[in-house]
């Protein structure tokens, strides 16, 4: 494999992570604060959904911060918005 594909494939993930950690978010400020069960699908829809995004949610943080500490605490990462994003959910959640 040459760097540019390695590159390519760092670059996806970092995507991907941000990408999840910011649904994850939305999900969690929309249950937080809005009413899931006024209307009986998307109720459904929630409850089928919370056990995965909150295994989502702790396991997120803990990549994100470990992928960021590969890339020596580089504040203009992916990584490290994602780390914040997941604290602040948490933060939000407790």
Not at 76 to 82: D, T
Request: aromatic share 22%.
């Amino acid at each position: 494999m040459d760097n540019y594909s390695i590159s390519k494939q760092s670059n996806t993930l970092k995507k991907l992570i941000f990408f999840f950690t910011l649904a994850t978010h939305v999900y969690w400020i929309i249950v937080r604060f809005g009413n899931v069960y006024k209307i009986k699908l998307i109720g459904v829809f929630f409850e089928i959904l919370w056990l995965p995004l909150l295994i989502i949610l702790i396991v997120l943080p803990v990549l994100a911060f470990i992928f960021w500490a590969k890339e020596k605490f580089i504040l203009k990462s992916y990584y490290f918005y994602s780390f914040l994003i997941s604290v602040l959910t948490i933060l939000i959640l407790l």
